[in-house]
């Protein structure tokens, strides 16, 4: 039986073009046809000529755990930036930083960069390093000087990977076989 639906890496290129082309009109400010267009064509162009490796793809997106996420994360970042607002304002020395180890149960690199990518921009902490073999990931953070700063650190790292699994690589889903499949196509 035929199959309907365009495949997961043919709706994957639509989604980059797509993705290319809003970038492209966002930075001219101006919604136009010619822009569309345009957008359209150097965005097919860098994908051409720029090709990114090909990432295997492994079960599926839920939606209502990908909401619970982008929720977690705003509330996150919105704590993150009143937490150094408070540190800028504060009558008191500089917190304490320092860089923490943080190991990740996460299986797939495409959700290891989005945990990453999440931990970036929740104000205060930068990922320094990541290391995929061992899934580890060297996160610098602006408040260290406490015990429950740590523990905190922690504990929102935590709730993160949770939601990135329950989001996008429930164990019940999950194809481990998915790089064998990938480099024989």
Known sequence: MR??????????????LSWLAVVYVALWGDLSVAN??????????IMLALPLP???VAGRVHLLSLIQL???SVYYALESSLQIAWFAIRPAPPPISGVLRVRLA???????????????VIPGTMVL????ERRLVYVHVLDVSS??????FHRTTRRLEQLLID????PAEWDDTAWQKEGTS
């Open 106 to 120: 996460i299986k797939s690199d495409l959700v290891l960069v989005l945990c990453t990518d999440l931990l970036n």
């Open 36 to 45: 569309v267009l345009a957008g359209l064509a150097i965005g097919a162009v």
């Open 147 to 152: 015990e429950a700063a740590v523990a905190h």
């Open 167 to 170: 989001s996008f690589e429930r």
């Open 129 to 132: 390093e990541i290391d995929r």
């Open 54 to 56: 090909r990432l295997p």
């Open 70 to 72: 982008i929720a977690v």
């Open 3 to 16: 199959r309907l639906l365009p495949e997961r890496s043919t709706l994957v290129q639509i989604g980059v």
